[in-house]
């Protein structure tokens, strides 16, 4: 039911053609601006996977819950050119009858940067055909080991 209804809204934004426009990935920022980004991501399972690959309900009554927040910035160094850098905060938390564990902290760090390699019109089109390629670093902020989850 539901992806029958997500179907008939996509259609019904392309038949009326008030589908916003999307601004893609390979387009780099113009120079000295900033792009700010806020993510949030909940989940939440009270269920695990056999080794059959069946879903069944975790031992001693268990719950798991995760919750990350990132914040990602990126930087026009040029128009051509841009850096980006991202910080996940995460918490995870795991509890049955028997235990309760929670881990929170910055993860891995990630620093980023990204060159634009086309930008062509394509025949008369407005949109011009893009190209980048994006390069990543991550730097390690804990040690699951330490405190794994």
Do not use: C
Not at 28 to 50: A, I
Not at 124 to 135: D, G, K, R, T
């Amino acid at each position: 039911m539901r992806t029958t209804t997500v179907r008939g809204v996509a259609v019904l934004l392309v038949i009326l053609g008030i589908a916003p426009p999307v601004w893609a990935g390979a387009w780099t920022l113009p120079r000295d601006r900033w792009y700010v980004e806020y993510f949030y991501r909940y989940f939440w399972s009270k269920h695990t996977f056999d080794r059959e690959g069946e879903r069944v309900r975790r031992a001693k009554a268990g719950f798991f819950s995760d919750i990350r927040n990132e914040v990602k910035l990126e930087y026009g160094l040029t128009d051509w050119w841009n850096v980006l850098a991202s910080a996940p905060y995460l918490s995870s938390h795991y509890r049955d009858d028997s235990v309760d564990l929670l881990r929170t902290g910055i993860q891995d760090v990630s620093l980023r940067t990204k060159f634009r390699l086309l930008q062509h019109p394509v025949l008369a089109a407005e949109q011009p055909l893009v190209a980048s390629a994006q390069f990543s670093v991550k730097i390690p902020t804990y040690d699951a080991n330490e405190n794994p989850l």
